[in-house]
C-alpha cells in the first residue's frame, strides 16, 4: 500500500505563512539593496535594488504556489523532487533577506564567504558521521573528535611552528576518539549512544581543565598556532560573487572540495564502499560472504575520526588562531543532525552542513542590518532551521538497517 508523506509541505507551509505575516501584516517599504561586486574581482557588478513591499509580496505568492503543488503532489502519489525543496529555500531566503534589509545594504559576496566558512567543520564532522552510521556505527562523538582534534592541532602547530603537522595531529586526535567508541561499541558492545555522550562530556572536562592548567600559563609556547593563509586561485578567483567564495580560501578548504566527491564517489562506486554499505545494512549477509564485519566497522570508525578531526583542526588553525575550552559550541551535533537531514548521502549531508553555515552567517547579517526581529531569536535562527529541516525530510529517509546495532558472529 502506498503512503503519503506529509512532512515536506506541511513544513513548506509553515515556511509560507511566516513570510506572509511579514509580508502583509508587518510589511516594510523602502529599497534593500544587495551589492554583488567584490573588491577582488575583476569585474564589478555594482549594487542593485528592489523595492522591499513589492519584491516580498511577489515572493510571498511564489511560495504559496510552490507549497500548493507540494500538497497536490502528495495527495496524488506524485513524487516531490528536491528541485522544489531548493528553489523554495532560496526564495524564501530572498524574501526574508528583502524585508530585514530595507534601507539597508546586503554583502552577497561576505554573506556567501562566511558561510562556506563556518560550514567547513560540519562538513567534515557530516563526512565522518556519515561513514560512521553507513558502516553500522552511531557516531555521536562528533563533538568530542572536533574539540580533542582543535586542542592538540593547537598545541602541535604552536610547538612546530607547521600548520601542516597540525592538521596531521587533529586527524589522529580524531581517530583517537573514534577507537575509543570502536573499542567499547564494537568489541564490549556498549551502547553506542551511551559511548558517544560519555565521550563528548570527557573530553570537553578534560580540555577545559588543560586548557584552564596547560595552555593558558604557557600560551606563547602551546596556545599560539600558526594559522592556514589562504590560497587565490589565479583567475578562478577574480569571478564576480562566486570568484571570492569559492576560490580564495584556506587549504582545509580546499581538502574539503575534494573530500566530498571523493566519500560520495568511494561510498557508491567502489569495492570498499560496497562492503561498507553491506556491513552498516545487513552484516549477516556480509559475513556469510566473507566479509569481516566487526574489523570492517573498526577501521572505518578510525577513518570517520580522522575526517572529523580535520573539522575539528580548523576551529584552531584556519578561524579562531587558538584553542579556547568548548570553542565548538555543539557543533558536533548540528553535525549530526546534517547527517540525518541529508539522508545520510555525503552530498546531501554537505549541503544541510552548508544551510546551517548559512543560517550562522544570516544571524550576524541581520544584527548588522538592524533586522526588527529580536536579538534572541536571531541567535535561535541557526537551530531553529536546523530542527524545521530535519523534522520535514528526515522521515522520508531511513537510516541503514543496522546502525546502532552491535553484530555478535554466531
Known amino acids: 500500500m502506498r503512503q503519503r508523506h506529509w512532512k515536506l509541505p506541511i513544513t513548506l507551509a509553515v515556511g509560507t505563512i511566516l513570510i506572509w505575516i511579514m509580508a502583509f501584516a508587518f510589511g516594510r517599504d523602502g529599497t ?13 557588478l555594482g549594487d542593485i535594488g528592489v523595492p522591499t513591499a513589492a519584491t516580498v509580496t511577489v515572493c510571498a505568492i511564489l511560495l504559496a504556489l510552490m507549497t500548493a503543488y507540494a500538497f497536490w503532489a502528495v495527495a496524488t502519489y506524485r513524487r516531490v523532487g528536491l528541485w522544489l525543496s531548493i528553489v523554495f529555500a532560496f526564495v524564501a531566503v530572498f524574501a526574508f533577506l528583502t524585508w530585514s534589509a530595507a534601507g539597508g545594504l546586503v554583502p552577497v559576496t561576505g554573506l556567501l564567504f562566511g558561510a562556506v566558512s563556518l560550514s567547513v567543520p560540519l562538513v567534515f564532522g557530516a563526512l565522518g558521521g556519515v561513514i560512521g552510521e553507513r558502516v553500522g556505527v552511531v557516531n555521536v562523538a562528533i563533538e568530542a573528535q572536533f574539540l580533542f582534534a582543535a586542542f592538540t592541532s593547537a598545541i602541535v602547530a604552536s610547538m612546530t611552528g607547521s600548520f601542516v603537522l597540525g592538521l596531521i595531529a587533529a586527524m589522529l586526535a580524531g581517530a583517537l576518539v573514534g577507537s575509543v567508541l570502536a573499542v567499547f561499541s564494537i568489541k564490549y558492545l ?82 570498499w564502499g560496497l562492503r561498507l554499505r553491506a556491513v552498516g545494512e545487513h552484516p549477516q549477509a556480509a559475513d556469510t560472504v566473507g566479509i569481516r564485519v566487526n574489523p570492517t566497522r573498526f577501521w572505518n570508525v578510525l577513518l570517520a575520526g580522522a575526517i572529523a578531526g580535520i573539522g575539528g583542526a580548523y576551529f584552531t588553525l584556519g578561524s579562531v588562531g587558538s584553542f579556547d575550552k568548548e570553542m565548538t559550541g555543539g557543533l558536533g551535533f548540528i553535525a549530526l543532525a546534517a547527517v540525518i537531514f541529508g539522508g545520510w548521502d555525503p552530498v546531501r549531508a554537505t549541503l544541510a552542513a552548508l544551510l546551517f553555515g548559512f543560517t550562522t552567517n544570516l544571524e550576524t547579517l541581520l544584527t548588522n542590518l538592524g533586522s526588527p526581529i529580536p536579538s534572541e531569536f536571531m541567535a535561535m535562527l541557526p537551530y531553529i532551521v536546523t530542527i524545521l529541516a530535519v523534522v520535514g525530510f528526515a522521515g522520508q529517509v531511513r537510516g541503514p538497517a543496522a546502525a546502532g546495532k552491535p553484530y555478535i558472529k554466531g
Request: cysteine-free.
Open 190 to 271: 556498549v551502547d553506542q549512544v551511551i559511548v558517544g555522550v560519555v565521550l563528548n562530556v570527557l573530553i570537553t572536562g578534560l580540555t577545559s581543565f588543560l586548557h584552564g592548567a596547560l595552555l593558558n600559563p604557557n600560551a606563547e609556547a602551546l596556545n599560539s598556532p600558526p594559522r592556514f593563509p589562504r590560497w587565490a586561485i589565479p583567475g578562478l578567483s577574480e569571478i564576480p560573487i562566486i570568484g571570492p567564495v569559492v576560490f580564495n580560501q584556506t587549504l582545509i578548504v580546499y581538502l574539503m572540495y575534494i573530500a566530498v566527491p571523493l566519500v560520495a564517489w568511494g561510498l557508491y562506486k567502489t569495492r
Open 32 to 44: 534593500s539593496t544587495y551589492r554583488l561586486g567584490d573588491r577582488t574581482s575583476a569585474i564589478d
